[in-house]
């Protein structure tokens, strides 16, 4: 049995400030969960410290870049459940619609919040979000990585190159981060709960949002992402090893959506994974990707300011690509041929239904459908952009650091090495049609995404 972690372990202070007494506020963001939430368990500390109330915030940005009617769908279902679980604890939940800085600055001053505590996001929307609520509050903000089991400053103190470094940096010090999460214990009294929210009209807010159909076949909300860890490990997780690339099985756990929007600890689906009984082969590919990749995606958006652009790429991409850009495009396609899934391949076409369906592209056929983007692209830069808007368009798991690694990975090399040379891509690793053909039942898969 592992010991009971210390949630200020995972804590650092984000931008220093004037500390007084006084309530203290946790501005949740990106762990939209009630259950083991080191932030939440760290602002609770905080208050129970210093004999004060603590509220819990979430500041929602109508215009938040690149949010369509699915991801609101799904943010939202899980929000609530946020808000009625708190209310059942004495604890209040507040939302506030507007720009998230002023909302919040607003907020930290009609209720004299004396210490702001934030989820941790390496992305350049919440960090410029943190020092504007900074610079006009004066207010220190902690920021506590409830995300990674190992708090990204902690892991690396600078971008890694390669899942290898990353791995042993992190498998040397995980099982000291893989503690158990002390119990949500009660406040002392924090004075009358706000109103429940008005749902409906924060639904109405982001109506203006891209009608891209909500999702069906998952439910939002840290429950059903509990009940859908628990089935995994029950079953597909045994033979992930042997099915995770094929995108005819559904052999992969589908948690991705709940980890992006917080609604479930990659903590404890680590924690699952391990006290499963399953053969290692699969708990261990299992275990890589949950953990090695996608905290190296945040080592990489932390470190890379150009975390979405092809200026992020490592030195020996941007050298192949660049001697490449004027090979000839056997194929040239725009926005709308690639949106509307209208090329030759009808393996691509397929691959963009299901995402532009369902919401969500089977991880293996991600790696091909961006690298092909960029083969019938005038040029990386038009590729990249197309990959991230139609991947953040359409995929409920979109707009998170492993998306702007995934379609760094395939169009720029990162985290990779070069491989043999070829038009257009120069030695960024290439994947064909008949490859995949030699990797799965490839006319099944398109049988079952038909126009
Ligand atoms: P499982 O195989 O069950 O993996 C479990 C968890 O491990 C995932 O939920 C995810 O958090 C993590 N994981 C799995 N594969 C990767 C990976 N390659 N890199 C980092 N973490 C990984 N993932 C997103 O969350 N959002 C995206 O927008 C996204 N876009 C991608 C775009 C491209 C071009 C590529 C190549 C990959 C992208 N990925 C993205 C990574 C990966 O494809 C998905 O995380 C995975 O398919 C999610 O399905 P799952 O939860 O069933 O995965
Ligand atoms: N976080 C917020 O704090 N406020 C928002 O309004 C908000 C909207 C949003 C829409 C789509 C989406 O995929 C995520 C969204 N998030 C929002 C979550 C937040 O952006 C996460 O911290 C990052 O996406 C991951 O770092």
């Known amino acids: 049995m592992s010991k009971t972690g210390d949630p200020a372990r995972r804590a650092r202070l984000a931008t220093p400030g004037r500390d007084r007494p006084g309530p203290v506020v946790y501005w949740m963001s990106r762990d939209q969960r009630v259950a083991d939430n080191w932030a939440l368990l760290h602002a609770c500390n905080l208050a129970r410290s210093r004999q004060v109330p603590m509220q819990v915030v979430f500041t929602l940005d109508p215009a938040f870049p690149g949010a369509t009617r699915r991801a609101w769908d799904f943010l939202l279902a899980g929000l609530a459940e946020v808000e009625a679980d708190l ?23 009609k209720y004299k919040i004396a210490c702001l505590v934030t989820d941790f996001s390496p992305l350049r929307h919440k960090r410029a979000w943190m020092a504007e609520v900074a610079a006009t509050t004066g207010l220190p903000v902690i920021e506590v990585d409830a995300h990674n089991i190992v708090p990204a400053w902690l892991a690396s103190p600078k971008q890694e190159f390669a899942a290898r470094t990353f791995r042993l940096k992190l498998n040397r010090i995980l099982t000291d981060w893989l503690d158990e999460f002390p119990s949500l214990e009660p406040l002392p009294a924090t ?40 089935r ?16 005819c099985l559904d052999g992969t756990s589908n948690l991705s959506p709940y980890l992006h929007f917080g609604h479930l600890s990659p903590h404890r689906a680590a924690q699952a994974a391990g006290a499963a009984r399953v053969p290692d082969e699969s708990r261990l590919a299992f275990l890589e990707e949950l953990v090695v990749r996608r905290e190296l995606s945040d080592n990489y958006c932390l470190y890379n300011q150009n975390y979405d652009t092809p200026a992020g790429y490592p030195e020996w991409a941007k050298k192949t690509l660049a001697l490449h850009a004027g090979d000839r495009r056997e194929h040239l396609y725009d926005d709308d041929a690639f949106e509307s899934a209208r090329t030759h391949d009808e393996l691509w076409n397929a691959a963009q239904r299901q995402m532009v369906r369902t919401g969500k592209m089977h991880g293996y056929l991600r ?21 991230l808007t139609l991947n953040d368009r359409y995929e409920l798991d979109g707009r998170d650091p492993n998306g702007y690694v995934g379609v760094a990975w395939s169009l720029g090399g990162v985290h990779d090495r070069p491989w043999g040379q070829r038009p257009v891509f120069g030695t960024i690793r290439f994947m064909s049609f008949g490859g995949c053909k030699g990797k799965f039942r490839v006319a099944e898969f398109i049988a079952r995404w038909p126009a």
């Open 87 to 109: 209310r059942g604890r004495g604890l209040p939940f507040h939302l506030l619609l507007g720009h998230p800085p002023q909302t919040m600055a607003q907020f930290c001053k």
């Open 191 to 230: 004075g009358p709960l706000p109103p429940p929210v008005d749902w409906a009209a924060v639904a109405a807010a982001v109506a203006g949002a891209r009608a891209v159909t909500p999702v069906e076949w998952l439910p939002a909300g840290q429950a059903a992402a509990a009940d859908r860890l628990r």
């Open 232 to 247: 995994f490990v029950a079953g597909p997780l045994r033979t992930y090893a042997l099915t995770r690339n094929d995108p």
């Open 367 to 387: 790696m091909y459908w961006a690298k092909k983007i960029l083969e019938w692209s005038p040029s990386v830069a038009e590729a990249h952009r197309i990959a």
